[in-house]
């Protein structure tokens, strides 16, 4: 039997770690590939190296320039609002997933951005005009189902006693407030500390700014940056962490949450997003106001060492949903169904 053909937009290779939205993918790949003959469609690594022009519009321009090849497919499914915004004006049928539930111009790099968010309003509206179908990975949109974070990997789940340390993991951007994490991580007793350093996973432009503040703090030598791992990587770091720690003012539903809990890792986070979906006080973990008090967030600390066993195991059932297989199998079904109608 012939597979039908799935072109999937990216932005990046799924060979990449940095966000949420390459590791999403990757992990759905290997059921993807069973079931459709799948093409990436991907901004090719030379274009990245173009630092003096917003990297979505590079993207905007690729994809028109590739909408020929975007004919030949059967489905197209879209990570990126640039990438379902393109193939909304052609005659394939589309899949969008949302991995934001706030304009991407809010927490843009470049200072002009805030002046282009009525451009992405007006994008987002045409995507959900013309897309077959979509998704949320953050908080349900009237009509529009959740998906969960697929997870998919070998990991083996490390014994509660050999894990150390507490680790941030994702985009080093203003947004995500590490410099309130390190802040906070300054502020624990001298015990915990020597016990646990603070490890800090990813690349930004917040980078420089969060080292020199990192090294201003008490036992600053136990703060460490990995810089950008490769996800496999990543999630090998995570697994022999004791607590996964975030603070965001902004979020969807972040993959490296999903990664800790199924490595039996607590997470504390501020309630932003989705998160509060599957993070519960006092479980898996603790979620916080995005304005906390650091003793708050220091006592969430003490409370999951106090009581480790109990919050791993919480953190490791609450997992459960994040099965790459459970989430490739409804896609796969929703998109076949979906080709058939067209």
């Given at each position: 039997m012939v597979k039908r053909k799935l072109a999937i937009i990216n932005s990046s290779s799924i060979l990449k770690s940095y966000g949420g939205v390459a590791p999403f993918i990757k992990n759905l790949d290997p059921f993807l590939q069973e079931a459709f003959d799948v093409t990436y469609i991907l901004l090719p690594d030379y274009l990245y190296k173009i630092n003096f022009i917003p990297?979505?519009?590079?993207?905007?321009?690729?994809?028109?320039?590739?909408?020929?090849?975007?004919?030949?497919?059967?489905?197209?499914?879209?990570?990126?609002?640039?990438?379902?915004?393109?193939?909304?004006?052609?005659?394939?049928?589309?899949?969008?997933?949302?991995?934001?539930?706030?304009?991407?111009?809010?927490?843009?790099?470049?200072?002009?951005?805030?002046?282009?968010?009525?451009?992405?309003?007006?994008?987002?509206?045409?995507?959900?005009?013309?897309?077959?179908?979509?998704?949320?990975?953050?908080?349900?949109?009237?009509?529009?189902?959740?998906?969960?974070?697929?997870?998919?990997?070998?990991?083996?789940?490390?014994?509660?006693?050999?894990?150390?340390?507490?680790?941030?993991?994702?985009?080093?951007?203003?947004?995500?407030?590490?410099?309130?994490?390190?802040?906070?991580?300054?502020?624990?007793?001298?015990?915990?500390?020597?016990?646990?350093?603070?490890?800090?996973?990813?690349?930004?432009?917040?980078?420089?700014?969060?080292?020199?503040?990192?090294?201003?703090?008490?036992?600053?030598?136990?703060?460490?940056?990995?810089?950008?791992?490769?996800?496999?990587d990543l999630i090998e770091s995570d697994s022999s962490k004791r607590i996964l720690v975030m603070a965001s003012s902004q979020e969807g539903f972040p993959m490296a949450i999903a990664e800790a809990l199924s490595l039996g890792v607590p997470v504390i986070s501020t309630a932003t997003g989705d998160i509060s979906r599957i993070l519960k006080n006092d479980e898996n973990g603790f979620l916080l106001p995005i304005d906390f008090d650091d003793e708050e967030y220091i006592s969430s600390i003490e409370r999951i060492l106090k009581e480790y066993t109990r919050f791993s195991k919480n953190a490791l059932i609450s997992s459960a949903v994040f099965d790459a297989a459970s989430v490739a199998r409804s896609l796969i079904h929703d998109i076949n169904k979906a080709i058939s109608k067209n």
């Open positions: 990297r979505r519009l590079i993207f905007v321009l690729y994809l028109i320039g590739k909408r020929a090849q975007l004919k030949k497919f059967d489905m197209i499914l879209s990570h990126v609002p640039e990438g379902s915004y393109v193939v909304s004006y052609g005659h394939v049928p589309f899949v969008h997933i949302f991995h934001g539930n706030f304009n991407p111009m809010s927490q843009s790099r470049y200072w002009y951005g805030k002046y282009f968010t009525s451009v992405f309003e007006s994008m987002e509206k045409r995507i959900i005009k013309k897309a077959s179908l979509m998704y949320t990975v953050g908080v349900e949109r009237p009509g529009i189902p959740k998906i969960f974070n697929p997870i998919h990997h070998d990991v083996r789940i490390k014994d509660n006693d050999s894990r150390s340390g507490f680790i941030f993991s994702g985009r080093l951007e203003k947004i995500k407030n590490i410099d309130r994490i390190i802040k906070v991580y300054g502020k624990l007793s001298p015990s915990i500390q020597q016990a646990n350093s603070l490890y800090i996973a990813g690349m930004g432009t917040q980078e420089a700014f969060l080292k020199e503040f990192a090294a201003s703090i008490p036992l600053s030598g136990k703060v460490i940056f990995l810089g950008n791992l490769k996800n496999e």
